[in-house]
């Protein structure tokens, strides 16, 4: 099982202040790139939806959203803030064939067991249309450790993610790195990477 209660226990104590750390009332830069590969009225599973502002944006530019998080806490602010219809689901969840045409994966799956990587990227393409779009955010680095809020991550190498995405069948349209500021107060490398199932 890739659900990690200690991460998850975090998570249920603050949705709301993970919802205030990176409100905006636009969509992210990533999102209407992502969302430009998409078909009109798209249908997209937001995996690991958080407090639901990307499954918000997708909505208002037309497409159907299907949040899900792991985290009771953040399907409920998904829910009553946003009026979404976001459901509780880990990643062991997904069971899905050819559902969806694009999966947006915004730094979620950094929070699986590294050994189970593989399997979830292959389920991902598996939920996927043929051509769907599929995009994740990762942290940078090796091994997996815990961050000061107790929160799991399994870090990756930009050419070992690439490879990851290899093996499941998907092609890299575009990969960023960067470093940024996450809920923890540190500043964190990371890769972001949007992909289409081959």
């Known amino acids: 099982m890739s659900v990690d209660h200690r991460t998850i226990g975090f998570y249920d104590t603050a949705a709301s202040r993970y919802a205030t750390l990176n409100h905006t009332d636009k969509a992210s830069a990533a999102l209407c790139a992502f969302m430009k590969l998409l078909p009109p009225g798209g249908s997209v ?14 909505r208002a530019a037309g497409f159907t959203p299907d949040p899900v998080d792991a985290s ?12 979404l219809p976001a459901r509780l689901a880990s990643f062991d969840d997904l069971n899905a064939v050819a559902a969806y ?10 929070h699986a067991a590294r050994h189970d990587l593989p399997r979830h990227l292959s389920a ?5 249309r043929p051509g769907g779009v599929f995009y994740a ?17 399994t870090y990756v190498t930009p050419s070992e993610w690439a490879v990851m ?12 790195e960067g470093v940024d500021k996450g809920c923890a107060g540190t500043d964190d490398a990371f890769l972001v ?5 081959t």
């Open 45 to 58: 599973l937001d995996l690991g939806c958080g407090p639901g502002r990307a499954s918000y944006h997708l």
């Open 193 to 197: 990477t949007l992909a289409r199932k």
């Open 124 to 128: 991902i393409a598996t939920a996927l």
């Open 101 to 110: 045409d694009g999966v947006w994966a915004n730094f979620s799956l950094l």
């Open 137 to 153: 955010g990762m942290k940078t680095g090796q091994g997996e450790a815990r961050d000061a809020l107790d929160r799991r991550y």
């Open 72 to 83: 009771s806490a953040m399907v409920a602010f998904a829910q009553d803030t946003h009026a």
């Open 165 to 176: 995405l290899d093996d499941a069948g998907f092609s890299l349209i575009a990969s960023r």
